[in-house]
């Protein structure tokens, strides 16, 4: 399967219209951003490690019932998915306080919550990602009611799968974003999940080993995601 037509451009990935027309090329590349776009960077060898990563990942997820939008791995920056459409809403799964929870409530960063947080964002970029509720996400028509319970569902049992999943490798799964897209299916978990949408820490020495490390300038960047690349893909 070869790309053809570039038909989005987004801050970290590409994607590709293929021969078939129910399939797309996501294109994984290095480029960072952060705060909304306000920071821009390169991270080294990210796309390589987030397509792999984010592939691994989709295929555990697949071989427990969860449908994805993952087709397979092209090569080392590349996979084929199937086209859906994206629900405008970042979904933030939260094991423990950190980012803008710790911000929004005062929490101290590494306090672990004593229940799944799911929260809800409309993802705009031109608003920043405001925060929603249950109830803007009905009324204004950005998913219905349905489709709120299934992603609700869905997010917790990817949470369930994960989080063991995560501390087998000896990693934190302290909190991350997930998209889903609509699809002949049924709604499909979408987007990626890899250092760039997840705040992934050391389980010993609570270590940050994500985007973290660029948002912060906490350095050794590129060695964050390439712990991330051994513990999961190596
Ligand atoms: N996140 C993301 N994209 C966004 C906003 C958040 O991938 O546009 C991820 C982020 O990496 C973190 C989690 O969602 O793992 C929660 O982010 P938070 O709300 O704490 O915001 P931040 O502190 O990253 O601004």
């Not at 090569?75 to 933030?92: H, T, W």
């Not at 992603?151 to 998209?179: G, M, S």
Request: glycine share 6%.
């Amino acid at each position: 399967m070869k790309a053809s037509e570039k038909i989005y451009e987004g801050k970290a990935k590409i994607l590709y219209r293929t021969e078939d027309p129910n399939l797309l090329i996501q294109y994984f590349k290095d480029d960072a951003t952060a705060f909304n776009a306000q920071k821009k960077g390169t991270i080294q060898n990210k796309g390589v490690v987030n397509c792999a990563v984010s592939s691994v990942i989709f295929e555990f997820l697949e071989t427990k019932g969860i449908k994805t939008h993952f087709v397979k791995k092209l090569d080392d920056r590349q996979m084929l998915i199937k086209k859906v459409e994206i629900i405008p809403l970042e979904v933030v799964i939260r094991n423990y306080v950190a980012g803008s929870l710790a911000k929004r409530t005062g929490k101290p960063e590494g306090e672990k919550l004593p229940e799944t947080l799911v929260e809800w964002y409309y993802k705009d970029d031109a608003l920043g990602d405001p925060m929603v509720t249950k109830d803007h996400i009905r009324i204004f028509k950005l998913a219905t009611n349905d489709e709120i319970a299934k992603v609700e569902t869905l997010a917790k049992k990817v949470n369930d799968l994960l989080v063991p999943y995560f501390e087998q490798r000896e990693i934190l799964l302290v909190d991350y974003k997930l998209e889903f897209g609509r699809h002949p299916e049924g709604i499909l978990l979408a987007d990626e999940i890899t250092p760039d949408g997840c705040r992934l820490w050391d389980a010993k020495t609570r270590e940050k080993m994500d985007k973290d490390r660029f948002r912060f300038d906490l350095g050794k960047v590129e060695e964050g995601y390439k712990q991330i690349y051994e513990r999961v893909v190596g």
